[in-house]
C-alpha cells in the first residue's frame, strides 16, 4: 500500500501541474497527460524498472549510449525522458554534469533515490519535458532521449526537436531512440502482431498488453516522417540503425553555428 507521504507528494505536485498549465497558451500540447501506459504513481514507476529489466540490460545500452556520443569528462549532458534514472545515473560517472529531465514526478523521485544511494553530485533533476523544459545552463554538449519522444503527435515532436536543438552547443550531438515504424504500410497488421507476438515472448501479458496499448494509444511514427522531422529540426543525422522494424536509432549533429 502507498504511503501516505507519497499520496501526499503526489496530490501536491498535480496541483502544481495546474497551475503551472494555466500559465501556459491554452493551445499547447499538454505533454503531462497519460498517453498510453501511465507510470506517473510510485508503485508503477517501480513497476517499470521491473518490467523493463526482464528484457533491457540498463548498463549496456548506457555504454552504448556514452560511445556514441562520444562525450568527455567535462561534456555536460541532457537525458530528456530519464525515466527512473538509466542512463543519467550512469553517464554522470563519464562527464561533469547530467541535467535529468521528465514530466512524471514518481520516475524522477525514483531515480533521486538511486542518485542518492550511489552518492551521485553532478545530477540535476527538473520536472519538465519536451515542450516545457526550459535549459537555464549553458547549452549542452550532447542530448539523449529514450523511448520518450513517441508520446508527442508528428507537429509537437518536431517542435520538441528544435527546442532541443537550441539547448544544444555548436555541432552538439543528439542521440534518439524510439519506437519508429520500418514495415511496409500495406503489411501493417501482419507486422504489428509480430511487434505484440515479441514483446508478450519477452514481457508476458504485460508485455502484450503494453505494446497493443502502444501501437493504439501512443504517438510512434514511420522512420522517413521521424528522419525529415530531425533534419527540418536542424540536426545531420550521421547514423540511422533499425534493428528491426519497430526500433530505430539515429545519431545526429547539431548543423549551423
Known amino acids: 500500500m502507498m504511503k501516505v507521504r507519497e499520496m501526499d507528494i503526489e ?14 497558451p491554452a493551445w499547447l500540447y499538454d505533454e503531462t497527460k497519460a498517453c498510453g501506459v501511465n507510470y506517473n504513481s510510485a508503485i508503477l514507476a517501480g513497476l517499470y524498472d521491473r518490467h523493463h529489466r526482464s528484457f533491457r540490460n540498463y548498463r549496456r545500452e548506457a555504454e552504448n549510449i556514452i ?23 550512469y ?13 512524471s514526478a514518481a520516475m524522477l523521485r525514483r531515480a533521486q533515490r538511486k542518485a542518492r544511494r550511489r552518492g551521485l553530485k553532478n545530477v540535476e533533476f527538473h520536472r519538465g519535458g519536451f515542450l516545457t523544459y526550459e535549459h ?6 550532447a542530448i539523449s532521449t529514450v523511448a520518450a519522444l513517441h508520446h508527442l503527435p508528428d ?6 526537436l528544435r527546442r532541443l536543438a537550441l539547448m544544444l552547443r555548436p555541432n552538439g550531438r543528439l542521440f534518439l531512440l ?44 514511420c522512420d522517413w516522417i521521424m528522419e525529415g522531422l530531425l533534419e527540418r529540426a536542424g540536426f545531420r ?16 549533429t547539431k548543423e549551423g553555428p
Open 178 to 221: 524510439d519506437v519508429v515504424f520500418s514495415f511496409e504500410a500495406g503489411e501493417y497488421e501482419q507486422s504489428i502482431e509480430r511487434f505484440v507476438r515479441k514483446t508478450r515472448d519477452q514481457m508476458g501479458p504485460t508485455g502484450q498488453s503494453e505494446s497493443e496499448t502502444h501501437v493504439r494509444d501512443e504517438y510512434s511514427t
Open 67 to 89: 560511445a556514441r556520443l562520444d562525450v568527455s569528462p567535462s561534456a555536460t549532458v541532457i537525458d530528456m525522458g530519464c525515466g527512473t534514472g538509466a542512463f543519467a545515473l
Open 136 to 141: 537555464k545552463a549553458k547549452p549542452a554538449d
Open 11 to 24: 496530490y501536491c505536485m498535480h496541483y502544481a501541474d495546474n497551475l503551472e498549465a494555466a500559465r501556459r
Open 91 to 103: 553517464a554522470a560517472g563519464h562527464c561533469r554534469m547530467v541535467h535529468a529531465v521528465d514530466v
Open 237 to 252: 543525422i550521421q547514423t540511422a540503425d533499425h534493428p528491426d522494424e519497430f526500433l530505430a536509432s539515429y545519431l545526429c
Open 155 to 160: 507537429f509537437w515532436k518536431l517542435v520538441a
